[in-house]
């Protein structure tokens, strides 16, 4: 089924079938007895109602041979229930807890998919260059393999730099660097302490996503350093 924005049906016959749906389950539910729904209130309902009527009334006329006026009242028409039935469904359907996601499946509502899909970061770290922006200000410029400056493996928003100045080359980058921050562009400018300047700064970069809820990291990148402006 062809939809537009906010899910409803693209044509006609759908979309009379959609509105024609709503009210009835809407129906159901608030005139039963006890009412299952309590929070739509009637007055809200009748317009809803009475707008449809005027619809159906101008899209049946569509249905036989008809003018081209009949089919701009319909076209007309259709503009201004289409926006009745969103305000109605934002109001009182999709979001109220008393409507469970099984009443929205049985309406023909859209229900948003919030389930995060989890993302697989590579087994590399990226391939950076590290470049000198001003005075105690070091950049850092990643990418994913051999791609542009910036790119970034599928689904992975960012990566995190690891560094510290250090009088010498440090080993296993495990445990080893005080300091470390998320970047999602590049460069990544990171400043340093007036005293730092002339001395060493080491990075060591890792992907960084979320995967099954928790932060999934790739391997250490290569550790290289630079000189501190």
Known sequence: MATRHGGIPGSDAEFDMFVRNILMYVSMKCDSNPPVWTHIPQEPRAALAEQYGAWHAAYEITL????????????RLRKVLEKEVRNFINIYLRYHPAVTEEDKRNMGLNIPDTTRTPVEVPDEGPVFLIVQLGPRTLGINYQYGQGRKGSKPPGVKGARIYYGVFDRPPGDPDNIFPAS?????????????????????????????????????????????????
């Open 64 to 75: 036989m041979p008809c003018t081209r006026p009949q089919i701009a009242e319909k076209n």
């Open 181 to 229: 921050i998320w970047a999602t562009r590049c460069p990544h400018a990171i400043t340093f302490r007036e005293t730092d300047r002339g001395k060493r700064a080491y990075f060591a970069l890792r992907w960084e996503a979320e995967r099954g809820g928790e932060k999934g990291q790739s391997g250490w990148s290569e550790i290289a350093s630079e000189i501190i402006p």
